[in-house]
């Protein structure tokens, strides 16, 4: 039931994003043919209004553009004239997709490990190390860390293409990039529930029955140290899809993230509203999941509607 209800409240939250969204784009100064203003003549810049409806009331427009994407049409890209939102969302989505999923791998398959080690190491030069590691993840930016990782990798090293999205060698700076940044983040949470699982008392009942210490970490207290780590995927993930916007960018990938910039900047406001709802679906979704996998790990987790 709890479930259920959260995937009613679905529909209000799309339409109260897509309201939000589309006024305060139309609000915002400048509009889809500022830059052809120079070179079309203001007959030219009305026919184009009239066949885009931007010359409507915005109810009108708003109306029009919610009796379309019901339909699943979120109209023609006014800044990629030649095809429509969803057509642009299909082609980019797969590709933002799996970026996000691959620095999801990267920050939790270096960030849980790492935690994993400063927590039990952690008052020994390696468990300081380890400390320092993950601060220093969390303060460099994916902008600062993406330039920095072509430079040496791919420049001066020449292991790895500098940018692009052709082969798998392709996917892997972009990967580490916007993963790294966040396996700080993940060490931190996991360093500190191991903390606290370690006080509990079903780790001394276990080490007093003379179970070995690799067993109590990782059969008995893996499973409730990780937790904190499975509340912050669904914001990690939410943060890996929008920083991919920057990544993307940096790396010339034609994903979503290109799409979102580029028309946000052209004031292409279907794409941009299409590109906000979409996001805002993945979410919610992803917010669902994580729920779940909560549930799974920790019994004593009982969701009430």
């Not at 990782?149 to 990039?177: C, F, G, K, N, Q």
């Not at 276990?206 to 970490?217: N, S």
């Not at 979503?256 to 996001?279: A, E, K, Q």
Request: glycine share 8%; net charge positive; charged share 15%.
């Amino acid at each position: 039931m709890y479930y259920f209800k959260r995937i009613l409240m679905l529909a209000p939250l799309l339409l109260l994003i897509s309201l939000i969204s589309f006024f305060l784009l139309h609000v915002a100064p400048g509009g889809p043919f500022d830059k052809d203003r120079k070179s079309a003549s203001p007959e030219i810049e009305r026919q184009l209004n009239a066949k885009y409806h931007l010359d409507e009331p915005l109810w009108r427009q708003y109306g029009r553009f919610l009796k379309g994407a019901v339909r699943g049409d979120l109209g023609p890209s006014l800044k990629y004239r030649n095809h429509t939102v969803a057509d642009l969302l299909l082609q980019g989505l797969p590709i933002s997709l799996l970026l996000g999923m691959l620095a999801f791998g990267v920050s939790a398959g270096i960030g849980i490990p790492l935690g994993f080690h400063n927590a039990l190491a952690r008052r020994s030069w390696r468990g300081h190390l380890g400390s320092l590691l993950a601060i220093s993840a969390v303060c460099i930016p994916v902008f600062v860390l993406g330039p920095l990782l072509v430079m040496v990798v791919a420049l001066y090293w020449r292991i790895l293409p500098p940018a692009l999205w052709e082969s798998p060698a392709h996917v892997i700076l972009p990967a580490l990039t916007l993963g790294l940044y966040y396996s700080g983040k993940v060490a931190g949470l996991m360093r500190e529930g191991m903390l606290k699982t370690r006080q509990a008392e079903f780790i001394t009942t276990a080490r007093a029955k003379g179970l070995p210490e690799w067993k109590i970490y990782l059969k008995h207290a893996m499973p409730l140290a990780i937790l904190p780590v499975v509340s912050y995927s669904g914001p990690l993930l939410a943060d890996l899809l929008t920083g991919s916007f920057v990544v993307e960018n940096l790396f010339q990938i034609p994903g979503i993230g290109v799409f979102m910039v580029n028309s946000s900047l052209n004031r292409d406001y279907p794409m941009v509203v299409g590109t906000v709802l979409l996001y805002a679906i993945l979410l919610m979704v992803l917010n669902l999941l994580v729920d779940w996998v909560y549930s799974r790990l920790d019994p004593r987790v009982q969701y009430q509607a």
